[in-house]
């Protein structure tokens, strides 16, 4: 399902915070307010919503939430201004969001597992000095590798070339 509506102000949102036009507490707000239906960012895969919702929206958050320190607000400016390549990911993301595809790639879980621990796990990380969190991180990466395989993963959210060049014919900021 694309919700073609949420979908033009995730990525209105985006752009405004990626060229430091609002501050990342500007940003939270908007996507609360337009997107999430009040949830932050990085707490959206809790809703019920997150479960039936456009395949994108999550992982789009979650890309979103590691683009700025969530701790203090600011805009993504000077010394906080994003790396080319990220701003070069997010155009493409924008691009994505901006047409009527649907997201093809399976969800991953990019978080660091550690995020989500139970406090069974706490105890046996402690008992095993560390190991079973380890364990758990090269697993994460291996899977991580495994996804990236699944398509074309240099022209993300796209699944495939043909996709993506069929896009930038309706490039939407250069009309």
Same mark, same amino acid.
């Given at each position: 399902m694309v919700d073609t509506e949420r979908? @033009?102000?995730?990525? @209105?949102? @985006?752009?405004?915070?990626?060229?430091?036009?609002?501050s990342n507490d500007d940003f939270e707000d908007n996507l609360m307010n337009d997107v999430t239906n009040g949830w932050l960012p990085e707490q959206y895969y809790k809703s019920k919503e997150a479960k039936f919702d456009d395949k994108i929206i999550q992982p789009m958050l979650e890309l979103c939430w590691g683009l700025y320190d969530d701790t203090r607000n600011h805009r993504l400016r000077g010394s906080d201004k994003l790396p080319e390549q990220s701003l070069k990911v997010i155009a493409r993301c924008i691009l994505f969001l901006r047409g009527e595809k649907e997201y093809e790639w399976p969800y991953f879980d990019t978080n660091s597992p550690l995020f989500k621990f139970s406090l069974g796990e706490i105890i046996l990380t402690i008992l095993s000095l560390g190991q079973y969190s380890r364990d758990l991180k090269k697993h994460q990466e291996k899977a991580f590798e495994e996804f990236q395989k699944l398509g074309n993963f240099e022209i993300w959210p796209f699944m495939n070339q043909n996709d993506y060049n069929e896009q930038l014919k309706h490039q939407p900021f250069l009309k």
């Open positions: 979908r @033009l102000k995730l990525a @209105l949102h @985006l752009r405004h915070l990626s060229v430091g036009l609002i």
